[in-house]
């Protein structure tokens, strides 16, 4: 609980932070209307609207807050002027107190805190009920600087405040003037409240908060899904692997098989007689008086060419050897002038099985 806690309360402060940037860049570019408004006796106020562009210029308007709320009524096109605009209220000097305080000039960065712990001692109220502030810092005698404190109750404007909330105003700021005692004075901010961001105070947030949920589910989502993908190939890698390793023991366990290299080779020797064998069961066949000048196997036939004395008895040697079948001629037998014999072309078919030493 305490670790949800601190993410929330770091969730708030960021999403804030992110408001209040956004907020002072837009600010940068979208100028609010200004309104003025001076306190005079008996809580009678007076509101001047500062020029500003692309808004109608409004005569100066005159009411009294009477517990909280205008007196007379104000016009419509005040009440609009009013909302979206900011307030800044000049208090009256005799509601306001003030005093000269000096410090270090060294001291100048830390003025906040120092004038802080002194709201005890120098006014009637504590720091949580009054509304404060100081004028720029004016080097002084000795290395110090001079500073003139202002400050009045929060009761004081707070029915101010509730009335300009009430109008929907974007910002109040409220001010006070103190006497420099040279004639001249100086504006002092006691308190600027914002309450409307100049591109909406909820518009920001909330995006923020789609935002990350938006990427929460995203991330979300792809994290699911890689896992998905990574068990469902992880479990194909696996599969393929385990065939492989299959395919791998049947293959060294039949080195012979069918689907081998080595399978198919050995089947192929098998199938397939021997060149030197065949050469040699011919020389075995055909008589000493006969030649062979070409000899060609094509896959199960063999083809001979060659001399001979009588080549129609070369056919039945042929036919009573084992290892040929079905010989006969595929060219004409011919005789020529010039040569000893006959010229024959004789093809036979050979028998896979050439004895036990094949």
Not at 175 to 180: G, R
Not at 283 to 294: A, G, M, N, Q
Request: glycine share 6%; hydrophobic share 45%.
């Amino acid at each position: 609980m305490g670790m949800i806690s601190e993410f929330q309360q770091l969730f708030g402060e960021w999403i804030a932070a992110v408001t209040g940037a956004a907020d002072a860049a837009a600010g940068q570019f979208i100028r609010s209307r200004r309104i003025l408004l001076e306190e005079g006796d008996d809580d009678v106020f007076t509101a001047r609207t500062i020029a500003a562009k692309k808004a109608p210029a409004l005569p100066d308007l005159v009411f009294r807050l009477d517990s909280g709320r205008p007196q007379p009524p104000l016009p419509a096109d005040w009440k609009a002027a009013f909302r979206g605009s900011r307030v800044e209220a000049q208090v009256q000097s005799g509601h306001v107190m003030t005093c000269l305080l000096d410090f270090p000039s060294k001291a100048g960065d830390f003025l906040d805190g120092m004038v802080r712990t002194q709201i005890d001692r120098l006014t009637p109220w504590t720091a949580n009920d009054a509304v404060f502030g100081w004028s720029p810092p004016t080097p002084a005698a000795n290395d110090r600087i001079d500073v003139i404190f202002a400050a009045t109750s929060k009761l004081k404007v707070q029915p101010l405040l509730q009335y300009a909330q009430a109008l929907d105003v974007a910002s109040v700021a409220i001010y006070a003037t103190a006497s420099l005692g040279d004639g001249a004075s100086a504006r002092i901010k006691l308190l600027d409240q914002p309450w409307r961001s100049a591109i909406g105070t909820t518009r920001i947030p909330l995006l923020l908060r789609a935002i990350l949920l938006s990427a929460g589910v995203a991330a979300a989502a792809s994290l699911l899904i890689s896992t998905y993908l990574g068990s469902s190939l992880q479990s194909q890698q696996g599969e393929l692997q385990r065939q492989l390793s299959q395919r791998r023991a049947a293959l060294r366990l039949d080195p012979n098989s069918t689907g081998s290299g080595l399978g198919l080779l050995a089947k192929r020797k098998q199938a397939t007689p021997s060149s030197v064998v065949v050469l040699e069961a011919i020389s075995r066949v055909l008589p000493d008086s006969t030649y062979v000048t070409e000899l060609r196997i094509d896959g199960d036939k063999v083809q001979v060419v060659g001399m001979t004395q009588d080549a129609p008895s070369l056919i039945s040697l042929m036919e009573q050897s084992p290892q040929f079948t079905r010989a006969t001629f595929f060219a004409p037998t011919t005789r020529a002038a010039n040569e000893p014999g006959e010229r024959f072309h004789i093809e036979a078919h050979i028998t896979a099985y050439f004895g036990s030493g094949t």
